[in-house]
């Protein structure tokens, strides 16, 4: 069994290490950008394809009746 001081200073040092390391912290905040950014993007088209399908509609019916 270990000594209390040298538990401790394992401790310390598995500290320090997780304190330099934040990869793991950028990778989430990177995650959550692409998901907030691909949220928005499906709602822009969602919000944009009535009007469209609407515009393409009208031009449709414009060219349908001008070619009778």
Same mark, same amino acid.
Request: proline share 1%.
């Given at each position: ?29 990177? !995650? ?5 950014? *691909?949220?928005?993007?499906?709602? %822009?088209? +969602? @919000? /944009?394809?009535? !009007? ?5 509609? *009208?031009?449709?019916?414009?060219? %349908?009746? +001008? @070619? /009778?």
């Amino acid at each position: 069994m270990q000594s209390p001081e040298a538990v401790a200073a394992l401790l310390r040092r598995a500290t320090r290490k997780l304190r330099a390391s934040d990869e793991g912290q950028d990778l989430l905040e990177y !995650a959550l950008l692409v998901a907030l950014i *691909a949220l928005v993007a499906v709602a %822009a088209v +969602a @919000a /944009s394809g009535t !009007a469209v399908s609407d515009i393409f509609t *009208a031009v449709a019916g414009k060219l %349908a009746g +001008a @070619a /009778s």
